[in-house]
């Protein structure tokens, strides 16, 4: 039971691309694609994200506020981003109201870096 439990333990502190893929199918795609080619919906398809800057997929309408903002997006960037994303980036179209669960951040963005990266 000790032995089990330790390795609960361990696992709550791991980021999890399978648990991630939960939380997008739930929270973000109905706004957003993350394949290749993908089609950009109310949100832009966020193939290529990672280590690109904020409002440049090519194709999409951003807000100026979102082009304005000129970080990188990577896993600390996002991780800030998705507690409040209204808050990270006043003047953004985007809606949802954010990931209060670190863990929930956490497997999100590992899911998002396996399936983005370009």
């Known amino acids: 039971l000790i ?5 609960q333990h361990t696992h709550i502190h791991t980021m999890s691309a399978a648990n ?3 939380i997008f199918t739930k929270a973000c795609a109905q706004c957003h694609t993350v394949d290749a080619g993908g089609k950009h919906k109310q949100g832009p398809n966020l193939h290529g ?3 690109r800057q904020t409002g440049q997929a090519p194709g999409f309408s951003y807000t100026q506020a979102n082009i304005s903002k000129g ?3 990577g896993q ?3 991780d800030e981003y998705l507690i ?3 808050k990270y980036i006043p ?3 985007m809606v949802f ?3 209060k669960k670190k863990k929930d951040r956490a497997d999100l963005i590992a899911y998002l870096e396996e399936t983005t990266k370009a």
């Open 91 to 93: 003047g953004t179209k």
């Open 84 to 86: 409040n994303p209204k």
């Open 76 to 78: 600390d960037t996002l």
């Open 3 to 7: 032995h089990f439990y330790k390795r």
């Open 20 to 22: 991630g893929k939960k």
């Open 71 to 73: 970080i990188t997006w």
């Open 49 to 51: 994200v990672w280590g």
């Open 97 to 99: 109201a954010g990931l």
